[in-house]
């Protein structure tokens, strides 16, 4: 039987009180300089009232190099600690796990200052590939930003590997064709990755959580990722001292979309992952059925993105068997009341479907 109340202890001894977490999801709350916005703390701080046991930032920028869209989070710069020193003191005050996910865009970092930074040149995409120093300068800028997360008293930080971004597009045999140390086979198209969580967790104490975010699969774009590589990179990744991975799913018990294959994703992860790391999922998961299936297929903890967002008090209300959270569409005057500001409304209606005023997006 499903309980999601039941504690998850993490390999450097921080503990969630349930197994419900909320998703890393873009708002575009936070100020133009990347501080974090009292709109945003709100929007962060109602889920930890409602029972969510780890609230995750949005992807934190943590060089300007990397920054991706407007209203973006950033942990680059000292200016950003005082924000989120008040993040990690409110959800602490609550008993809520605090984690700041770290992101850089590389080729869809749309607010870089020049050329994009990714694994290869694309004259296209206004792209050129990441040379050496250029990729030292990436760790450094990550393990820096841990150690600001650190100091402003949150859990840990998640390295965000998934969804496109830098670390996806070094991963993929299709984006990433170097020649060197970084390129080719899955040992060196995993590098930088490596590096950067080797370097977080080399300057970060021992009872700081550092986690990854990997997308384990193709779902949408082709990006040649295969569950047999991410396997590998999994292994190497516990071996570095992860104290959790998150994979980011279409479906979180769902199968790979692109593969002949057929097994759950999260089972076969969860067969080469050690036990004492905990597994997190994302995708698909709106009620408490979908909650019961993920955990079923080896999910330890359920990552909740979309419903959450009308649904503050999600973990609460997902152990009745019969409820399910309200469906988009949902009116502006309805997600101001669970703390969703205008601008995050503005960033939703983006979507077609998911606002109902009806007006046409700014």
């Known amino acids: 039987m499903m309980d999601l109340n039941a504690s998850v202890r993490l390999p450097c001894g921080v503990v969630l009180p349930g197994r419900t977490a909320l998703a890393p999801m873009t708002n575009r709350q936070s100020h133009a300089n990347g501080v974090l916005s009292d709109p945003e703390l709100e929007w962060l701080v109602r889920r930890a009232r409602g029972g969510f046991s780890l609230v995750s930032t949005c992807a934190a920028f943590v060089c300007e190099e990397g920054k991706a869209w407007k209203g973006q989070l950033g942990i680059a710069h000292e200016d950003h600690v005082p924000g989120l020193t008040r993040l990690g003191t409110a959800l602490g005050e609550l008993n809520t796990v605090s984690i700041v996910q770290l992101h850089h865009g590389g080729k869809r970092a749309s607010l870089a200052p020049g050329l994009r930074l990714s694994a290869m040149d694309d004259a296209e995409a206004s792209t050129r590939g990441a040379t050496l120093e250029d990729l030292d300068r990436v760790v450094e800028c990550f393990s820096d930003a841990a150690v600001r997360a650190e100091r402003a008293g949150l859990s840990g930080v998640e390295v965000h590997g998934a969804n496109g971004y830098l670390f996806t597009q070094f991963l993929s045999p299709v984006e990433n064709q170097r020649q060197d140390d970084y390129g080719g086979n899955l040992e060196n198209r995993a590098r930088l990755l490596l ?132 469906s988009p569409p949902w009116t502006p005057a309805g997600l101001e009341r669970v703390s969703v500001s205008p601008d995050f409304v503005e960033y939703l209606r983006l979507f077609p479907g998911l606002v109902t005023d009806g007006r046409p997006p700014r």
């Open 195 to 326: 590096r950067v969580v080797r370097a977080i967790r080399s300057r970060v104490g021992a009872g700081f959580a550092v986690g990854v975010r990997l997308s384990p699969v193709d779902v949408r774009t082709r990006w040649g990722l295969t569950l047999d590589d991410t396997c590998q990179v999994v292994l190497a990744l516990a071996a570095d001292g992860i104290d959790f991975l998150h994979l980011s799913l279409a479906d979180a018990a769902g199968s790979p979309p692109f593969e002949d294959e057929q097994r759950p994703v999260a089972s076969v992860i969860r067969g080469v992952l050690p036990r004492s790391i905990p597994l997190l999922a994302a995708g698909g998961i709106w009620s408490g059925m979908e909650a019961a299936q993920a955990m079923g297929a080896g999910v330890d903890v359920v990552a909740v993105g979309t419903a959450a967002i009308p649904e503050p008090d999600w973990p609460r209300l997902a152990a009745q068997e019969s409820w399910t959270p309200a």
